[in-house]
């Protein structure tokens, strides 16, 4: 089998290495040149355009940053759609609004092409140890025939409903994320002020009902005063923007996810927007006049 892999960047690149170890045949592209030169390093071939990865693949996978770069490479020119030919599967595994993919499911499946919506979770060390968690959506038989593509990068493959699901999915998992940093952030800061060691307060509660991989993931970042992404604020912007564009389409509206975003907006306007998200914590030492240590 071929595959077609669009996108190399931080994630990309480590998840077609992993498709290369599985043993599959890939051809790539980027415009980072020395990331396509890694994987042709690798046995990979070089792709000049989404038209002839196509022509070329069984399956395509792109790992993009948002909505316009994944309709560009689907339906754009020399695009995916115009190479499109019997049995091609397209899997677009980047985080974008479920409304985009379902409208470039819907051009494509008129040129036969069918199509799942997979984003990811586990950021960068678990794109490279192959143990991120992909949420499917898309038709089940199409998903059952891409499964063991999506396993040779992934710890966890769950089909979630039909295309644009696996995004409700992200966007649902990003609002958890989000929120439950702020909460955090708000709390650390509360202990601090009112003069209780926050590291203390962490090893008090993380084994109560306020624990959660968030707080183990992003206490210790936050005491280190380490802001290294991980996950930049700048694309959990992204996220919450489409989370709120959705929730406004289906008619739910999302009060919390719009105050953190706000938060978030302010800190990129303090020069922060390339922090990892745990730098949410800088937006209430600010509004409290004091800095979180251990
Ligand atoms: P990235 O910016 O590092 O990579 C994106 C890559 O796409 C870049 O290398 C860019 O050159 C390439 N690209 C853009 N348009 C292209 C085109 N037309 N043709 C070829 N290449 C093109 O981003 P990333 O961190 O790898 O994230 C990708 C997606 O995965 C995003 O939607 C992000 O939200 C999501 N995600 C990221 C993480 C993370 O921790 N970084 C975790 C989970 C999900």
Redesign the pocket.
């Known amino acids: 089998m071929k595959i077609g892999f ?7 690149k480590p998840m077609s290495k992993n498709l290369i170890k599985a043993g599959y045949e890939l051809i790539v ?4 040149k020395s ?1 396509v030169e890694e994987l042709v390093a690798l046995g990979a071939e070089v792709g000049t355009n ?1 038209k002839e990865i196509a022509q070329k693949s069984d399956i395509v996978i792109t ?4 909505s316009p ?1 994944v309709k ?2 689907a339906l754009g020119e020399s695009g995916l759609i115009e190479g499109a030919h019997e049995g091609l599967i397209y899997i677009d ?4 609004a479920p409304a985009a993919s379902q409208e470039v499911y819907k051009v494509l499946v008129e040129q036969g092409v069918e199509m799942l919506d997979a ?6 060390p678990k ?1 490279i140890d192959g143990t ?1 968690s992909v949420m499917v959506g898309g038709k089940k038989e199409i998903f059952e025939q891409s499964k063991e593509v999506l396993e040779a990068m992934a710890g966890s493959v769950v089909h979630v409903g039909e295309i644009g699901a696996g995004n409700v999915t992200k966007l649902a998992n990003q609002i958890i994320v989000a929120l439950n940093i702020a909460a955090v952030s708000e709390a650390f800061v509360l202990a601090q002020k009112a003069g209780v060691n926050p590291e203390s307060v962490f090893e008090a509660i993380r084994g109560g009902l306020a624990g959660s991989t968030v707080l183990e993931a992003k206490s210790p970042m936050m005491l280190d005063r380490n802001f290294t ?4 604020i700048n ?1 959990h912007i ?2 919450l923007t489409n989370a709120l564009e959705t929730s406004h389409e289906v008619g739910a509206p999302a009060p919390l996810t719009a105050a953190v975003l706000e938060m978030m907006y302010s800190l990129k306007a303090d020069g922060h927007e390339f922090n990892d998200h745990s730098a949410i914590l800088k937006h209430y030492e600010k509004l409290a006049n004091v800095e979180v240590s251990r």
């Not at 592209?29 to 980072?32: A, E, G, K, L, M």
């Not at 992404?229 to 930049?232: A, D, E, L, S, V």
């Open positions: 669009i996108g190399l960047g931080i994630m990309g592209s980027d415009f980072n990331a989404p790992m993009l940053p948002n770069n560009a490479v595994m980047s985080s974008i984003p990811v979770s586990g950021g960068e794109a991120i992404p991980g996950f930049r694309l992204k996220d």
